[in-house]
């Protein structure tokens, strides 16, 4: 939505195992943030990508989170030997004067 | 206790009815507000930002109390279409970025 996707939409792991979403924002938006939701835990800021300044990694849970940001535009958010509370949905949002949301990638770990 | 919070309700009305939801913030930094409205499985819709004067838009009036730190959504004539949850959200940052500290949300039952 509003000129963001995010792939996959739907992403089901092993408890252990690696997994990379993908951001891709239409062009010409310099900041970039990712979010999860969870029940229980509402909407929780991950990282914060703001032009060519250092990224606010503030809200990250773990070391076994990491995102970048390529170019200036796609970003990849890594989630390295995931666990079952890593379960929730991933939001990539861009900001217009506000911030408008992805559709999410729905991630569930086993 | 939560920087941003909300009654998570859920506020079961008939349609035409008039509702109300509040959303009280801690840090007294906080700079610039929204409402969003998500649907279930979907992503959050900013639904309208709030200014210190309040502001107004067709059925929805968004007012900001910077002296008791909250802020209020007013959906005035409810039509089933308005059922979802309404999130709210601040932003400590001035000017037009940072990151937004959301509320857990409000559901809005809508019934004929």
């Known amino acids: 939505g509003a000129g963001v996707s995010q792939s996959p939409s739907n992403k089901v792991t092993e408890k252990g195992k690696d997994v990379e979403l993908r951001c891709d924002p239409i062009?010409?938006?310099?900041?970039l943030y990712w979010y999860r939701q969870s029940l229980g835990q509402g909407l929780e800021f991950l990282i914060y990508?703001?032009?060519?300044?250092?990224?606010?990694k503030s809200g990250l849970p773990s070391d076994r989170f990491s995102a970048e940001r390529t170019g200036g535009s796609v970003s990849t958010l890594t989630i390295q030997r995931t666990q079952q509370e890593d379960s929730a949905v991933y939001l990539c949002a861009i900001e217009r004067n506000e911030q408008f949301f992805g559709p999410g990638t729905r991630l569930t770990v086993l | 206790r939560k920087e941003v919070e909300q009654d998570p309700g859920p506020f079961n009305v008939p349609e035409g009815a008039t509702v109300a939801f509040n959303c009280t913030y801690s840090?007294?930094?906080?700079?610039?507000f929204f409402w969003y409205r998500q649907d279930c499985r979907k992503e959050p819709k900013l639904l309208m930002s709030v200014y210190s004067s309040g502001n107004e838009d067709g059925r929805f009036t968004a007012q900001l109390n910077r002296a008791s730190q909250y802020i209020s959504l007013l959906i005035r004539d409810s039509k089933l279409s308005d059922s979802a949850t309404y999130l709210c959200a601040v932003r400590r940052l001035s000017g037009n970025t940072g990151k937004l500290i959301f509320g857990q949300g409000t559901t809005l039952q809508v019934k004929p």
């Open positions: 840090n007294s930094a906080s700079q610039s």
């Open positions: 062009s010409g938006h310099t900041a």
């Open positions: 990508f703001q032009g060519n300044s250092a990224p606010d």
